[in-house]
Each structure stands twice: as C-alpha cells, then as structure tokens.
Nanobody
Framework: QVQLVESGGGLVQAGGSLRLSCAASGRTFSSYAMGWFRQAPGKEREFVAAINWSGGRTYYVDSVKGRFTISRDNAKNTVYLQMNNLKPEDTAVYYC??????????????????WGQGTPVTVSS
C-alpha cells in the first residue's frame, strides 16, 4: 500500500510555471506506475500524464504535450509534474495516483488504486 501527498499548487498568471510534487510513503514506490489527473470545477476528473516505474516511459494527454513534463525520483519517493506556459483552462485540482502496472490504459481512473488528496492550481488570465 502507498500513501500519496501532493504539494506545489497555487495561483499563477497565464504563461507562468508551477512544479507539483507528490510524495509517496512506503518502500515499494519504485514498483508503481504513477499518474497525474485533474478536476476542474463542475467537470469530471481527467487524465494528464503518466510515468512508468523507472521513468523511462511517459504518456500525456494531447492538451498538455509540450507544456507539461512528468518525472520521478525513486530515491526520494517523489513524482513531479512540471507545468510550463500555463493557461486558464489548466485551472483545476491536481491529483497524483499510483497503479501497480504499466500495462493497460494509462488514462483510465479505475486503473489507479491509490490517490492523493489533491492540490489546487489556479491560472489567471
């Protein structure tokens, strides 16, 4: 089992940057594939990015490609989401999540067994 705690959210102007962090408890963090999701007010939670256990494979939703970068540091039990050139439509609560395999659909919420509490990101125009 793994517990996840996000941090790094906040208020930023359009065009700015933020780096989200997700700290995981447990000694088996390196065995999990990790994902970032977001949920805007009044909308369903959606996939943003995913990374496999080693960091060698990543996957992004089209709307963030070229602007967001997911990475991980297994020695620190942490996964990151670097967000550049932020847009007002990126405003949401961002969640990290863990799954036990890279196989399957990275974008599917039900594939992830563990979730953090979320960190809010607000991008002003």
């Amino acid at each position: 089992q793994v517990q996840l705690v996000e941090s790094g959210g906040g208020l930023v102007q359009a065009g700015g940057s933020l780096r989200l962090s997700c700290a995981a408890s447990g000694r088996t963090f390196s065995s999990y594939a990790m994902g970032w999701f977001r949920q805007a007010p009044g909308k369903e939670r959606e996939f943003v990015a995913a990374i496999n256990w080693s960091g060698g494979r990543t996957y992004y939703v089209d709307s963030v490609k070229g602007r967001f970068t997911i990475s991980r540091d297994n020695a620190k039990n942490t996964v990151y989401l670097q967000m550049n050139n932020l847009k007002p439509e990126d405003t949401a609560v961002y969640y990290c999540a863990a799954r036990t395999t890279w196989v399957g659909n990275q974008m599917k919420i039900a594939e992830y067994a563990y979730w953090g509490q979320g960190t809010p990101v607000t991008v002003s125009s």
